[in-house]
């Protein structure tokens, strides 16, 4: 399965490695990733791949990490995403 990951915060040290090392431990492979910083804000948008039966248990351990680091993390099926997308 396919997910879409965001991540917005204000920027500091280890955000990238936090989130990324969580996604190491979930056994997902991150397919593409984009990072933007402005003015102090941090947002990165990644599409992952992970072979997780359980979408709900890997949504609540990025959010966790989320909260550990001081970020917002938001974790979507990437199917749903583009159906709730399309034109």
């Known amino acids: 399965m396919h997910a879409l990951v965001t991540v917005v ?6 955000i990238v490695a936090g989130v990324t090392e969580t996604l190491a431990q979930l056994e997902a492979n991150i397919l593409e990733i984009s990072q933007t910083l402005m003015s102090g804000a941090f947002t990165m948008m990644m599409v992952v791949e992970t072979k997780s039966e359980d979408f709900s248990a890997f949504q609540a351990e990025l959010i966790k990490k989320g909260e550990q680091l001081g970020v917002n993390i938001h974790v979507q099926n990437e ?3 583009n159906a709730m997308h399309k034109l």
């Open 9 to 14: 915060g204000t920027d500091k040290i280890g």
């Open 79 to 81: 199917a749903i995403f």
